[in-house]
């Protein structure tokens, strides 16, 4: 099972751009790498996906080198309510259905 | 389109009794999965079901902890006997295939007295 690691806290200020590493070194050609987001006393809630190069929806920019040993979610002028965690997982044939969720990165916006 | 529900949100036991957590996937999802928090801790895979079939059940303590999806009605999350060290956050998951994103629900808070 490929294992991710990603910073344990970061703290950014409202209006800037977020970016959070995540490396997983054992990724498997089949694997994809997903991210999810925790606000505290909820379920984590699904923000985005990605395969390779570049994927961004309505939420977030997900960018993936070409080695695919990391990638970078990239959140666009947070603001106070994007405090959370932020869990990278890699997900697909090597996992076969379970997640596997590591500390996450815990993020706080200040105003 | 109802997302993953699960009832009830708080749960509150004493020791030696009986919790049954309870999960409706999302429609047209197959796929269930159970995962635990502990308190300032991350999600721990306890069990994935499918319809009538325990798939993985890795993550499931060997004692006092058992899981089901019938054919009919909700998953069921079952504890006998708790202790305190049950406490916790139980989630539930869903997706349409074991390759397919999976959708969280609310949780049920466990607290044993």
């Known amino acids: 099972l490929a294992k991710t690691t990603q910073p344990i806290s970061m703290d950014s200020y409202e209006g800037q751009e977020v970016n959070i590493t995540c490396s997983h070194n054992?990724?498997?050609?089949?694997?994809?790498i997903t991210w999810y987001q925790q606000f505290p006393s909820q379920g984590p809630r699904f923000i985005i996906q990605?395969?390779?190069t570049k994927v961004t929806n309505e939420v977030a920019s997900l960018f993936i080198p070409a080695d695919r040993k990391s990638s970078t979610l990239s959140l666009p002028r947070v603001s106070l309510s994007d405090t959370a965690v932020y869990y990278c997982?890699?997900?697909?044939?090597?996992?076969?259905?379970?997640?596997?969720f590591g500390q996450g990165t815990t993020l706080q916006v200040k105003p | 389109n109802a997302g993953v529900m699960q009832n009830p949100r708080h749960l509150v036991r004493r020791r030696g009794q009986e919790a049954r957590l309870r999960c409706s996937p999302m429609?047209?999802?197959?796929?269930v999965y159970w995962y635990r928090q502990l308190p300032e801790e991350g999600l721990k895979f306890m069990v994935y079901?499918?319809?009538?079939?325990?798939?993985?059940e890795s993550g499931m303590p060997k004692e006092r902890f058992s899981a089901e999806f019938p054919k009919e009605g909700p998953s069921i999350l079952r504890i006998q006997q708790v202790v305190r060290g049950d406490s916790a956050a139980y989630f539930c998951?869903?997706?349409?295939?074991?390759?397919?994103?999976?959708?969280f629900g609310p949780g049920t808070r466990l607290l044993v007295l």
């Open positions: 054992n990724i498997a050609t089949n694997d994809y």
């Open positions: 997982l890699v997900t697909g044939s090597s996992n076969t259905g379970k997640l596997i």
């Open positions: 998951a869903s997706s349409f295939s074991d390759q397919e994103t999976q959708y």
């Open positions: 990605g395969y390779k």
């Open positions: 079901l499918q319809k009538e079939n325990i798939i993985d």
């Open positions: 429609k047209g999802h197959s796929h």
